[in-house]
């Protein structure tokens, strides 16, 4: 098993990430969020999990190794792949993820692209005693680390990420939009836009929508 790559970054994509690990280029397929902390030509170390198949060797990133093993946990309920597990930590942060389990919180899990409501009351009742108690602080760690300033406008950052979980380009172009004040906000008080937050924050918008 690779438990983790570290090395520069050579490319990034809204949901792969190229890190060059001793001359070789690893793909890895990250959360829009993780892709979201990282820089072309910085160092970067992201915690792994590899997932074979009988045609594939496909290896998933993670901003920690908390976020990995909540991937690897999803997994364990039925008719959760290494796919959907990672667009159920491209919308809720691992303690995210955890509260909503613990209390039964049905609309959470739905907002996830992929996930119905039989599907959440069937998620909710396996995944029960198998995620934990919150940790409190793995969450806005990786915001924090999140929150540099990316390459790209973050407009741009923001939709792609969107559209990467599965959203259309026009939900996408709509909840940027009503994220707009918060961005402009941060920018107006000598900062920059900060993609992980305003990501969370479209994201709810979009459920809201529903």
Known sequence: MIAFVSGPVAALAPTLAVIEVGG??????CTPNTIAGLRTGEPARLATSLVVREDSLTLYGFADDDE?????????????????A??????HSPDALRVAVSTGDEKALTAVPGIGKKGAQKLLLELKDKLGAPLGSSG?????????????????QLAAA??????ASRDAEEAVAAVTPQAEAAIAD?????????LRAALQSLNRAR
Request: aromatic share 4%; net charge positive; proline share 10%.
């Open 190 to 198: 000598g900062g920059s836009a900060p993609v992980p937050q305003l």
């Open 68 to 84: 990995r093993q909540v991937f690897e946990l999803l997994q364990t309920a039925s008719g959760v792949g290494p796919r959907l």
């Open 86 to 91: 990672q667009a159920m930590l491209g919308v």
């Open 140 to 156: 806005l760690v990786g915001a924090q680390r999140a929150a540099a300033p990316g390459p790209a406008p973050w407009t741009e």
């Open 24 to 29: 070789v280029g690893m793909a890895v397929q």
């Open 162 to 167: 969107l559209i990467g979980l599965g959203y």
